[in-house]
């Protein structure tokens, strides 16, 4: 099972928006609803950002929301701030398997 | 709240058996699917496997048959082994609820604990 496609980097001015994609195969992202987002800050641990493609848990905020098209998912970060600023990991569920994608840093500029 | 807290020797020698725990506290370790996922030092995030209190587990292929997930419920705990390790398995090595079921996503994290491979 390979890992997701994500671009290595993003970037954006506060307020503005940035879409990281997730590109998988019709056997993990295209087949199943069961993509998330992890946000990744230095030194901590993955924190759940979207799931089941585009929910979102208590607590998250509305800036954040997903997408899925086909064998691709994405997550876009609105309104850009200074602490979104971090890492960011797609993964999907592929059947008895998860896999993840290759992350993403997002700089706020 | 459900929360998660690693526990492990943090240096391991090549060829020998790397072993962690995972204490859940806030929530019963009989409901849920439970992971184990690990990063390598300035890496991505990698599945490692996951279990059910049932003993059903399923592991990430490329690992080739060397991690072992286990469960002791009288503990709320459960267990990775990963055994004949190298330099490449050096990681922080993190627990998380999901990976199946009714929930498939990773909500609940543990703080990840740095295992070293070295002699």
């Known amino acids: 099972q390979s890992a997701l496609t994500q671009p290595p980097s993003a970037s954006g001015s506060p307020g503005q928006s940035v879409t990281i994609s997730c590109t998988g195969t019709?056997?993990?992202?295209?087949?199943?609803?069961?993509v998330s987002w992890y946000q990744q800050h230095p030194g901590k641990a993955p924190k759940l950002m979207i799931f089941d493609v585009s929910q979102r848990p208590s607590g998250v905020s509305d800036r954040f929301s997903g997408s899925k098209s086909g064998n691709t998912a994405s997550l876009t970060v609105s309104g850009l701030q200074a602490d979104d600023e971090a890492d960011y990991y797609c993964s999907s569920y592929a059947g008895s398997n998860n896999v993840f994608g290759t992350g993403t840093k997002v700089t706020v500029l | 709240q459900v929360q998660l807290q690693e526990s492990g020797p943090g240096l391991v020698k090549p060829s020998e058996t790397l072993s962690l725990s995972c204490t859940v506290s806030?929530?019963?370790?009989?409901?849920?699917?439970w992971s184990w996922i690990r990063q390598p030092p300035g890496k991505g995030l990698e599945w490692i496997g996951y279990m059910y209190y049932s003993g059903t587990t399923k592991y990430n292929p490329s690992l080739k048959s060397r991690a072992t997930i286990s469960v002791d419920t009288s503990k709320n705990q459960f267990s990775l082994k990963l055994s004949s390790v190298t330099a490449a398995d050096t990681a922080v090595y993190y627990c998380a609820r999901g990976g199946d079921g009714d929930i498939v996503r990773f909500d609940y994290w543990g703080q990840g604990i740095l295992v070293t491979v070295s002699s």
């Open positions: 019709s056997s993990d992202v295209g087949y199943y609803n069961y």
């Open positions: 806030g929530g019963s370790i009989r409901s849920n699917y």
